[in-house]
T-cell receptor
């Protein structure tokens, strides 16, 4: 079965530090990749997505992610985090078929201290 | 932007009763909606895929007779937890698929906290 692994369970950073959250998936075919964020008490919001084309995708709030097909990875990055980035981050994939649901990783909690 | 609402946001019910949760796409039509369950400090687990006008597709291990899903219109899907028991207490989240050209996205509702006493 397809799965998504997020290796960092809890990341603690100071403001202005750089961020990289790992995400790996297990599926040999074509996938679509997503990063979602869940701020405390709020619903999931889409940060960015990759379907095809440039493997470096830019999302909202200064986040970006790079798809490396050979490594089955889609790591999330931000050069300088802010206190307001404190949240839960979820990597997710869909198999490239219509209507397929998201398969989520277990999530990474990011805590940013000011 | 695309907005998905859920109602109610929280509900407490007695064991043995049924509870209905509504999921609405407010500003777009969604032929496909999804229902997830989220346990504390854990990720979202897909329960079922709901397609407008047809039967829902349930994930392995999810009892279709217990979790009834109805997607009667392009903007509304409902999840009914029948004969609820304390182990059904959880956070239920729906999402709706939004087609954006050659790609698509899922927009999530705020979730419904169900507590069965």
């Amino acid at each position: 079965a397809q799965s998504v692994s997020q290796h960092n369970h809890h990341v603690i950073l100071s403001e202005a530090a750089s961020l990289e959250l790992g995400c790996n998936y297990s599926y040999g075919g074509t996938v679509n990749l997503f990063w979602y964020v869940q701020y405390p008490g709020q619903h999931l919001q889409l940060l960015l997505k990759y379907f095809s084309g440039d493997p470096l995708v830019k999302g909202i709030k200064g986040f970006e992610a790079e798809f490396i097909k050979s490594k089955f990875s889609f790591n999330l990055r931000k050069p300088s985090v802010q206190w307001s980035d404190t949240a839960e981050y979820f990597c997710a994939v869909t198999i490239n078929q219509a209507g397929t649901a998201l398969i989520f990783g277990k999530g990474t909690t990011l805590s940013v201290s000011s | 932007g695309a907005v998905v609402s859920q109602h109610p946001s929280w509900v407490i019910c007695k064991s043995g009763t049924s509870v209905k949760i509504e999921c609405r796409s407010l500003d777009f039509q969604a032929t496909t909606m999804f229902w997830y369950r989220q346990f504390p400090k854990q990720s979202l687990m897909l329960m079922a895929t709901s397609n407008e006008g047809s039967k829902a597709t349930y994930e392995q291990g999810v009892e279709k007779d217990k979790f009834l899903i109805n997607h009667a219109s392009l903007t509304l899907s409902t999840l009914t937890v029948t004969s609820a028991h304390p182990e059904d207490s959880s956070f239920y989240i729906c999402s709706a698929r939004f087609d954006r050209g050659p790609t698509y996205e899922q927009y999530f509702g705020p979730g419904t906290r169900l507590t069965v006493t």
